[in-house]
């Protein structure tokens, strides 16, 4: 049985992640939310599947938090076999984000969000993914993350995915002697809140080529860039 932690589980790529392998069985999930209370999507998983579906209250930019899920997974669990960074944000006021407009708080807290609480929570859960059956860590990133891709626009959002590519690359080295693999990913262009409703993928379709990407992960796969259809994505 796989031990899988999804962050970010309440709605759109992290909860159709929760569904997806739920659907393909033999899981146990862990799934993050900042406010289980509210996750009504999610609830409504944990009471048909209670064998299978633990909600886990968790604020990425929170370390109290953080040690807290930590906590209440390890008193669940020895181990945790894929671990999957999907919590993101997307700037909501794309206006503040021209030139003239950008401030400290507002790019920090995309930074924060996207590229430094990953790091923080991957730290956390290492001692479990150490004991995991082909331990993998994978990074829910964008295209809009590529330097060879980039172009005006989404300063906060492009700058935070690439340093969340960054931070794959360096933790795929820093853990591979420990036998954890660390990719990170382009879920696709997907009709949620963030990517609107003139995306070309579903929730549904972005999140079964990234299981099917997760499950099929090596060693030898370690700090590569894919796309959710499997195919490599340029740095």
Avoid at 178 to 203: E, Y
Wanted: overall charge negative; charged content about 15%.
């Amino acid at each position: 049985m796989q031990q899988i932690m999804i962050t970010g589980s309440n709605r759109g790529i992290g909860l159709a992640l929760v569904k997806e392998h739920l659907q393909r069985g033999d899981v146990y999930i862990f799934a993050t939310c900042r406010n289980p209370d509210t996750a009504t999507d999610l609830q409504t998983l944990a009471s048909e599947n209670p064998d299978a579906l633990t909600i886990v209250a968790l604020d990425v930019n929170d370390s109290d938090s953080i040690e807290s899920a930590k906590n209440q997974v390890a008193s669940q669990t020895e181990q945790l076999d894929l671990l999957i960074n999907n919590a993101g944000i997307f700037p909501r006021t794309p206006e503040n984000e021209a030139l003239g407009k950008m401030t400290h708080d507002a790019l920090g807290h995309v930074l924060m969000t996207n590229s430094v609480s990953p790091v923080i929570v991957t730290q956390a859960f290492v001692d479990l993914l150490k004991n995991g059956n082909n331990p993998r860590v994978v990074m829910v990133s964008s295209q809009m993350g590529s330097i060879e891709r980039a172009s005006g626009g989404s300063m906060s959002y492009r700058v935070s995915k690439a340093a969340l590519n960054m931070v794959a690359k360096v933790l795929s080295g820093m853990l591979s002697p420990q036998g954890i693999t660390v990719i990170t990913t382009h879920p696709g262009w997907v009709q949620t809140d963030m990517g609107g409703s003139s995306a070309t993928l579903t929730p549904e379709q972005s999140a079964s080529g990234l299981a099917t990407v997760s499950a099929n992960l090596t060693s030898a796969d370690t700090g590569k860039f894919y796309s959710y259809d499997g195919s490599e994505m340029p740095w």
